[in-house]
């Protein structure tokens, strides 16, 4: 199984809202990855895990909460979000550390109304 | 800071016609390089990985060069076909914490 998967595809939610967008892969990988990416951009770095443990953090605002319960999943908790926020987010896995082939989630578009 | 630039921003070819992609890096003490592909609305695809002590890497019809010392790799793609229609980006893991730079990327039409 060389598939990381996201889950929701889409989201729309208030700048009230709490939601969560969650990500899965069953490769064995140990490290994981969340990316912002806007219309015609490349993808942002986020966070990074590193077995588990929150390794980097890129200065992302508090109302974006990473959260890595085991080694196959990681969650982004959403809340009190901006409509600057809206854009696709995707996970990634890499086997080890970021210099390792990353392996790319097809992304939860998200709108912040 | 590394700095990564993919030239042209977009390309259209006809079918059949081969493809080449450039990307060039400011800090040529690089660990790997990757091209990855992305389809509109969708995740990335990684294509290739090319170890720094590797001079071209080759998958189908895909091959990638890298000359570290002018800051250089170039994605050939053989015999371009309408489904090779994409976004190609390479990136370069940064020196101190190995997080990925990306290039803008190289949006490609391949016209039937």
């Known amino acids: 199984d060389t598939e990381v998967t996201q889950t929701p595809k889409h989201l729309v939610m208030g700048m009230t809202n709490k939601k969560s967008l969650k990500c899965e892969q069953h490769m064995g990988h140990r490290a994981m990855y969340w990316y912002k990416q806007k219309a015609k951009k490349p993808p942002e770095l986020m966070f990074v895990y590193s077995y588990e443990k929150l390794s980097i953090n890129e200065s992302v605002p508090s109302r974006f909460s990473p959260e890595c319960p085991n080694s196959s999943l990681l969650n982004l908790h959403l809340h009190a979000l901006q409509p600057e926020d809206s854009a696709l987010y995707l996970c990634?896995?890499?086997?080890?550390?970021?210099?390792?082939?990353?392996?790319f989630g097809p992304g939860t578009r998200l709108t912040v109304l | 800071k590394q700095e990564v630039t993919q030239i042209p921003a977009a390309l259209s070819v006809p079918e059949g016609e081969n493809l080449v992609l450039n990307c060039s890096f400011t800090d040529s003490a690089i660990y790997n390089l990757q091209w990855f592909r992305q389809d509109p609305g969708k995740g990335l695809t990684s294509l290739l990985l090319?170890?720094?002590?590797?001079r071209e890497q080759t998958s189908g019809r895909l091959n990638a060069s890298l000359d570290k010392s002018s800051g250089r790799s170039t994605l050939y793609i053989a015999a371009s076909q309408p489904g090779d229609s994409a976004t190609y980006l390479c990136a370069v893991p940064a020196r101190d914490d190995y997080k990925l730079s990306f290039g803008a990327g190289t949006t490609v039409t391949v016209r039937a």
């Open positions: 990634a896995s890499s086997p080890r550390a970021p210099t390792d082939t990353q392996y």
């Open positions: 090319i170890q720094s002590s590797q």
